[in-house]
T-cell receptor, first 114, second 114 residues
Framework: DTGVSQNPRHKITKRGQNVTFRCDPI?????LYWYRQTLGQGPEFLTY????????KSRLLSDRFSAERPKGSFSTLEIQRTEQGDSAMYLC????????????FGSGTRLTVV | AQSVAQPEDQVNVAEGNPLTVKCTYS??????LFWYVQYPNRGLQFLLK??????LVKGSYGFEAEFNKSQTSFHLKKPSALVSDSALYFC????????????FGSGTRLSIRP
C-alpha cells in the first residue's frame, strides 16, 4: 500500500457534463475525507465517511454533488451538471478513526470546467 | 466552531536565516494542531502535529512548532531556511472529538531566496 490514490489526476470537462472522481484510501484507514481546494486557498471540507457511512456533509456540497463509499473501501465523488465554479483541486484523505495522526492526502484531482 | 487563521499570505526569508510562519486557532476544548506543506500541483504532506505533552514539537525536514495555549498559537519555525523549503504551508486544527474533522487555514506562501 503506497498511500492514498486518486484518479484521474486531471479532468477537463464542458459545462453541464457529469464527472466522477475516485479515491482509494490506505487500506487500514476506516475514515475517508473529501476536500476542495481553489487556487491559493486552503482545503475546504466537503464530506467524510467512517467505513461506508457518510457521517457529515458540508453546506458547500450542493445537490449536484454526491459521494459514496459502497463497501467501506474506495470512494467516488460525482458532480452533476458541472459549472465553471466547480473548477478546483479535489483532495481525498484517509485516517484512522481517532485521527490523532492526522490525515494522509492523495495528490488530488484537478477539475477544469470549460 | 473551530477555526484557524494564518495572518501572513507570504513570508520571505533569506537562505540560512531562521523562519517563522504564524498560526492562531480557535476551538472548544483541547485542540489537535497540524502543519502541512504543499508543493505545486501536489497534495498536502504532513509536517508535524501537536496532540498533548511538550509545547515544542519537532517534525519533518527540520521544522518545529511551538504550541502556546494562552495565545492560542501554533507557529511553525525552522532555525536555518533552505531554498527547497519554498512552498505553501497550511496550519490546521481539529477539536478533541472523534466526530470532528480537520479545518485548514488559508495558507502562507514561504519564499526562500538564495
Amino acid at each position: 500500500d503506497t498511500g492514498v490514490s486518486q484518479n484521474p489526476r486531471h479532468k477537463i470537462t464542458k459545462r453541464g457534463q457529469n464527472v466522477t472522481f475516485r479515491c482509494d484510501p490506505i487500506s487500514e484507514h476506516n475514515r475517508l475525507y473529501w476536500y476542495r481546494q481553489t487556487l491559493g486557498q486552503g482545503p475546504e471540507f466537503l464530506t467524510y465517511f467512517q467505513n461506508e457511512a457518510q457521517l457529515e456533509k458540508s453546506r458547500l456540497l450542493s445537490d449536484r454533488f454526491s459521494a459514496e463509499r459502497p463497501k467501506g473501501s474506495f470512494s467516488t465523488l460525482e458532480i452533476q451538471r458541472t459549472e465553471q465554479g466547480d473548477s478546483a483541486m479535489y483532495l481525498c484523505a484517509s485516517s484512522f478513526e481517532e485521527g490523532t495522526y492526522g490525515y494522509t492526502f492523495g495528490s488530488g484531482t484537478r477539475l477544469t470546467v470549460v | 466552531a473551530q477555526s484557524v487563521a494564518q495572518p501572513e499570505d507570504q513570508v520571505n526569508v533569506a537562505e540560512g536565516n531562521p523562519l517563522t510562519v504564524k498560526c492562531t486557532y480557535s476551538v472548544s476544548g483541547n485542540p489537535y494542531l497540524f502543519w502541512y506543506v504543499q508543493y505545486p500541483n501536489r497534495g498536502l504532506q504532513f509536517l508535524l502535529k501537536y496532540i498533548t505533552g511538550d509545547n515544542l514539537v519537532k517534525g519533518s525536514y527540520g521544522f518545529e512548532a511551538e504550541f502556546n495555549k494562552s495565545q492560542t498559537s501554533f507557529h511553525l519555525k525552522k532555525p536555518s531556511a533552505l531554498v527547497s523549503d519554498s512552498a505553501l504551508y497550511f496550519c490546521a486544527v481539529r477539536e478533541w472529538s472523534s466526530a470532528s474533522k480537520i479545518i485548514f487555514g488559508s495558507g502562507t506562501r514561504l519564499s526562500i531566496r538564495p
